[in-house]
């Protein structure tokens, strides 16, 4: 079984799209939306939820106040500010666990946090894990791992030959959970400053860790001239550009009647699409 991550520099370049329309070509990979910050997947593909958990993304400190002797050592050396009238502020604590360490009346408890929930549901491009965060939660490599854990074991459960990634936006650490150990990646860009800036950043994430990447410049012929950088860019650093997908209105309409642009006419970028997929297709079979 191969992993494909789909990642872009920053959001809105349109990877969403493009993972789910390559999850319907592909008819039989397991998908893993780990840009869970940003969840949009599920709005295309209407998940129907078969399994679920909750998600613990860190630790929280809590003071007992029965053996709290009020003494302050954990108020002096919160660097975070967190500890007001000997109890910790949920929003402000940062888990580092200091207090906990140097409470002389062992009166600090740390406790872990639900910060989300997992899911595993049917779509109708397959079987798809994904994690809904709890309200002013962060992203964290922990979700995206855990994420694609369960995308993998379903993988392995129903024999499916690869499985599909919308990696969150970005190069932080939620980014590199989303590639570490995946076998190919697709970069996905836009002909714009930003984009080429952000595309030079994730290739230089990828180099890092050894993963062939592909490139595909979305909406390609609004700024022909920073296209043409691009493709310079990827050919100096022997990049395949498997697709050159053109801007089109229709891919909005697709959108909104919660299409992938493979299940639309979205004439030239369905056909540039599929071409792509032709070209990603056998390289997860190798
Ligand atoms: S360090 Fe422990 S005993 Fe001292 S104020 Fe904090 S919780 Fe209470
Ligand atoms: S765990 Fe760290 S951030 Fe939280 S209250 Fe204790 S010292 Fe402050």
Redesign the pocket.
């Known amino acids: 079984m191969k992993q494909l991550t789909v990642i872009s520099g920053k959001g809105g370049t349109g990877k969403t799209s493009i993972t789910a329309a390559l999850s319907i070509l592909s008819g039989k990979a397991v998908i893993a939306d780990c840009d869970v910050d940003a969840a949009d997947l599920h709005l295309l593909l209407e998940p129907e939820v078969r399994d679920s958990g909750d998600f613990s993304g860190g630790k929280?400190?809590r003071i007992d106040q029965s053996k709290c002797s009020r003494c302050g050592l954990?108020v002096r050396?919160?660097?975070?500010d967190?500890?007001e009238d000997f109890t910790?502020d949920s929003v402000?604590?940062?888990?580092?666990?200091?207090?906990?360490h140097v409470c002389p009346e062992g009166a600090?408890v740390?406790e872990s946090t639900i910060s989300g929930r997992w899911h595993v549901s049917g779509t109708r491009a397959g079987t798809m894990a994904h994690a809904r965060l709890g309200i002013a939660e962060e992203n964290s490599g922990k979700l995206v791992t855990l994420v694609r854990r369960k995308a993998v074991n379903c993988a392995e459960d129903e024999g499916a030959v690869s499985v599909i990634t919308d990696g969150p936006p970005g190069i932080g650490c939620p980014v590199i959970a989303s590639i570490t150990g995946a076998d190919l990646l697709l970069a996905v860009t836009e002909p714009t400053v930003s984009g080429i800036h952000d595309l030079e950043r994730v290739v230089g994430v990828a180099g890092h860790f050894h993963i062939p990447v592909l490139v595909c410049i979305n909406k390609c012929d609004i700024n022909p001239y920073n296209a043409g950088l691009i493709e310079q860019f990827c050919d100096e650093r022997g990049l395949a550009v498997v697709g050159k997908i053109p801007y089109d209105p229709e891919v909005t309409r697709a959108m909104i009647e919660r299409k992938s642009v493979v299940e639309h006419d979205c004439g030239a970028v369905t056909a540039e699409v599929r071409l792509m997929w032709d070209k990603i297709r056998p390289m997860l079979q190798e």
Do not use: P
């Open positions: 929280i400190a954990c050396v919160c660097r975070f967190a500890i910790v402000s604590c940062e888990g580092c666990g200091f207090c906990f600090i740390m």
